[in-house]
């Protein structure tokens, strides 16, 4: 049934409109179209009347990536229990929203607040008084495996701080983002793809700035491996800088200890201490978050074996168990899987 009168009255400026997935005034019929786009949920109208509540759902879907306009009519409750598959960042733009997760019961509001979903955690929602957010919808797989990369760790799950301060220069800078993804969206339009370019930098964008960004399970690691840490010694920080601009170079250990400025044995012992894990190992983790990277970016018609061999891989096997181990998954389907 047409909605678009009392979505007008609270927002007048309904964001992807051209995206429309869901418009309609029935209950149980917005929780099963909302729901095989998200995920199946529990939908409740709390003191609503029947004329008041209405759901749509506008959604720009761009591989691994989904951002979204949702907003619900009058007050309702929303139990879809653990999210499971992805990662939800909602961006209230009118109305408010109350989010309790096993252990926080937060409130979110248009400029002060968003709130972040993780897979693992059990959520229960309230949207109130016309509630409309953004939403952006990332595939819990990219979160995962590019913390992976940047922690130097086997996948795992990642679990945020539901709260984002939409007031901090991070939470500003994240609300930027995606809001310039929503215009690019709405300048293409449901006709014109997003190139494979423009969709690996936003793919980027949007990672690095959940990932460094907002506080998270693995964000200790990650500062750890990166090298950001205080207490890392500027040695360590210019030997994995000199890993970093040279992987797909053969390791050459007199070179790295020139580079940073010490000796090699002080450089393996140093790794040993800081990062838990040898030089060798450490370039070969590079070159896997390399290769992922890669992956993530490449047509389906691209070589394996080609962009691994540039990357410093001479033995296929050996790269295919190690990138299995660390990222759960084959390298053929870190490349199906982004295309």
């Known amino acids: 049934m047409e909605t678009g009168a009392s979505i007008v009255r609270h927002d007048p400026t309904v964001r992807l409109a051209a995206f429309n997935r869901v418009s309609t005034d029935g209950v149980d019929a917005a929780a099963d179209a909302v729901g095989r786009i998200f995920c199946p949920h529990r939908l409740t109208p ?13 959604s720009a879907v761009f591989g691994g990536l989904s951002v979204n306009y949702v907003a619900y009519g009058g007050s309702v409750s929303i139990d879809p229990g653990c999210l499971e598959r992805f990662f939800l960042l909602q961006i209230p ?22 709130s972040l979903l993780s897979p693992t955690i059990p959520t229960r929602m309230t949207w109130q008084s016309n509630c409309a957010q953004i939403i ?17 760790r086997p996948a795992g799950a990642i679990e945020f701080e539901p709260a984002v301060d939409l007031r901090s220069a991070a939470g500003r800078a994240l609300q930027s983002q995606i809001l310039e993804f929503v215009d690019l969206a709405e300048c293409l ?21 959940l990932l460094h960004g907002q506080h998270h399970s ?5 500062e750890r491996f990166g090298g950001r840490a205080e207490t890392l010694p500027q040695s360590l920080r210019r030997a994995r800088e000199f890993l970093y601009a040279h992987a797909d170079e053969p390791l050459d250990l007199a070179q790295l200890a020139a580079a940073a400025g010490t000796g090699i044995r002080a450089l393996q012992l140093g790794f040993q201490r800081h990062f838990g894990m040898s030089i060798s190992e450490m370039l070969r983790d590079i070159r896997l978050a390399h290769l992922n990277v890669r992956l993530a970016v490449a047509s389906p018609n691209d070589s394996i074996t080609d962009i691994a061999f540039e990357l410093g891989f001479t033995h296929l096997s050996r790269m295919a168990s190690a990138y ?10 870190t490349l199906r899987g982004m295309n």
């Open 93 to 114: 733009v009118h109305g408010s929203a109350r989010i309790q997760t096993a252990s926080r019961d937060i409130a979110t509001a248009p400029g002060a607040s968003a």
């Open 189 to 209: 339009g449901p006709r014109r793809p997003l190139s494979p370019v423009a969709a690996a930098n936003i793919r980027e964008t949007l990672l690095g700035a």
């Open 324 to 333: 299995r181990a660390k990222f759960g998954e084959p390298p053929s389907a």
């Open 136 to 152: 952006l919808l990332v595939d819990r797989r990219l979160i995962e495996q590019r913390a992976a990369a940047l922690a130097g």
């Open 46 to 58: 709390e003191q609503t009347t029947s004329s008041e509540f209405f759901a749509l759902h506008n």
């Open 218 to 222: 693995a964000s200790d690691a990650i």
